[in-house]
């Protein structure tokens, strides 16, 4: 768990990714093998933000499949407030457009939108 700190370590990332990078410094962090691989299709969790997420509000309930498996790393959502000591494994959910916008021409149905998010974000579909 993280400590309460008098303000926030702005420059914990360097101090940790020099020398490895950044996010190559959090690998093997998450705890174990990442939940989805891809082809997997996932469904986005509606889950609160009352602060910070990089979750578009506009993937939220929809599903997609899981295009690559990318890194590990703390959160954004834990970032924010500097809890960085649980890193999530993050992935690549590609998704058609018009599964998330049902108004989207049928000229363009093979159109995708790719987008990343962490674990938390992710259900089986």
Same mark, same amino acid.
């Given at each position: 768990?993280?400590?309460? &700190?008098?303000?926030?370590? %702005?420059?914990?990332?360097?101090?940790?990714?020099?020398?490895?990078?950044? /996010?190559?410094?959090? &690998?093997?962090?998450?705890?174990?093998?990442?939940?989805? &691989?891809?082809?997997?299709?996932?469904?986005?969790?509606?889950?609160?933000?009352?602060?910070?997420? %990089?979750?578009?509000?506009?993937? %939220?309930? =929809?599903?997609?499949?899981?295009a690559?498996?990318?890194? $590990?790393? /703390?959160? /954004?959502?834990?970032?924010?407030?500097?809890?960085?000591?649980?890193? $999530?494994?993050?992935?690549?959910?590609?998704?058609?457009?018009?599964?998330?916008?049902?108004e989207? /021409?049928?000229?363009?149905? &093979?159109?995708?939108?790719?987008? $990343?998010?962490?674990?938390?974000?992710?259900e089986? =579909?």
């Amino acid at each position: 768990m993280a400590k309460n &700190k008098e303000h926030h370590d %702005r420059g914990h990332h360097a101090a940790i990714a020099t020398g490895k990078g950044d /996010p190559q410094c959090f &690998k093997g962090k998450a705890g174990g093998p990442p939940k989805f &691989k891809v082809g997997d299709q996932v469904r986005i969790k509606d889950l609160p933000d009352v602060f910070y997420t %990089r979750t578009q509000v506009y993937t %939220r309930g =929809a599903v997609g499949k899981v295009a690559v498996v990318t890194h $590990e790393s /703390p959160a /954004p959502e834990d970032e924010a407030w500097d809890h960085t000591d649980h890193s $999530e494994w993050f992935y690549i959910v590609r998704f058609r457009q018009k599964d998330l916008w049902p108004e989207y /021409p049928d000229a363009f149905a &093979k159109d995708t939108l790719q987008t $990343e998010f962490s674990e938390r974000w992710l259900e089986p =579909a």
